[in-house]
């Protein structure tokens, strides 16, 4: 099969065609023909050294797909040979075919193409379990996320809004918030030019938000512990600014707030197959019926996967980038 592989630790450059075997689906595991395959931030952690696969992942980058199921494995549970799917991955989506388990595999909702199929499952899996879940957002409560024009942002802004909260987003440009102001966002501030802290106080008529998801960290940390309401949660899932900050925890303490956060690809088998279900029932009818839908930014040929990395680090696309394989 054709595969895109990571020749050594580097920039997008690094990727490189190549062909492997046929991976074979073990107990309680699928083999999806892939066409088409989500390009994230983990992917291009991995490319440059800094993030590792999971023991037993395969080495080749590429963590969300969508395609038909080509073989099932002893237990492979619901599926069939022929079933339209799209998967959560633990690695290896960059290529002809991939193995995953079975139950973090979901049907692909009516009317989605197989390119906005394979977007979906590594940004919903995350907002859903880190803005619904851990983070815990109830309709009528306000909730920032930063980050707004992104695969993640453009998702959170959308589930958070069909579920009844008050969103406010960050984004880098005037395009980018129009963008998220047309997915939901009450408010999308420009965090060149505004400060979010200010806004969001204005907004709240100077009550703060009940939720921020965080995916910058560094000096945001700090900003955002002034801008949380009394009993808020703050969720931290990557941290592009740095993973390290000084916070002052008497605003913490008189706040009475709560600071979390989260990595999904470590997460058990079982973990993941929870939040899948959790999906199915809660989000996916909702992706059928068009009141959510992926914000695709661009599709690459797979052997232009480089190219997609580039355009990924670049922070000018809006949405998700997404590898044709078929």
């Not at 990571?6 to 595991?29: D, F, H, K, N, Q």
């Not at 973090?104 to 879940?133: I, K, Q, R, Y």
């Not at 709240?204 to 921020?212: A, F, P, S």
Request: hydrophobic share 45%.
């Amino acid at each position: 099969m054709r595969v895109v592989e990571i020749s050594a630790p580097g920039g997008p450059e690094v990727l490189r065609p190549a062909r492997r075997p046929v991976p074979v689906p073990g107990a309680g595991e699928i083999l999806i023909r892939v066409r088409a395959a989500g390009v994230n931030r983990p992917d291009a952690l991995q490319r440059a050294g800094a993030y590792a696969p999971p023991p037993g992942a395969s080495d080749l980058p590429g963590l969300e797909a969508a395609g038909e199921v080509a073989a099932v494995g002893p237990g492979g549970g619901r599926w069939r040979v022929g079933d339209a799917v799209c998967a959560l991955l633990p690695g290896g989506g960059y290529a002809e075919y991939v193995v995953t388990p079975a139950d973090h595999a979901l049907p692909v909702p009516a009317g989605l193409s197989m390119e906005e199929a394979a977007a979906l499952c590594e940004t919903f899996f995350t907002v859903w379990h880190n803005v619904f879940e851990r983070g815990r957002l109830r309709g009528g409560e306000t909730f920032l996320v930063h980050g707004g024009s992104s695969g993640i942002g453009t998702t959170a802004i959308q589930l958070a809004a069909a579920r009844g909260a008050r969103v406010f987003a960050t984004a880098g440009s005037p395009e980018k918030c129009a963008a998220c102001a047309a997915l939901g966002a009450e408010r999308a501030i420009d965090y060149r030019r505004e400060d979010f802290v200010a806004v969001v106080a204005e907004a709240t008529g100077g009550r703060g938000v009940d939720l921020i998801l965080d995916m910058v960290g560094g000096d945001y940390l700090a900003r955002d512990v002034r801008a949380l309401a009394l009993e808020g949660r703050l969720v931290m899932i990557a941290f592009l600014g740095g993973p390290k900050a000084e916070l002052n925890f008497a605003q913490v303490m008189t706040k009475r707030l709560t600071l979390t956060g989260s990595t999904l690809r470590p997460q058990s088998v079982e973990a993941k197959a929870r939040i899948a279900a959790a999906l199915e029932a809660e989000v996916w009818p909702l992706l059928a019926s068009g009141r959510l839908a992926p914000v695709m930014d661009r599709v690459f040929p797979l052997d232009e996967a480089a190219a997609a990395h580039a355009r990924l680090e670049s922070s000018t696309h809006i949405g998700k980038i997404v590898l044709a394989v078929a």
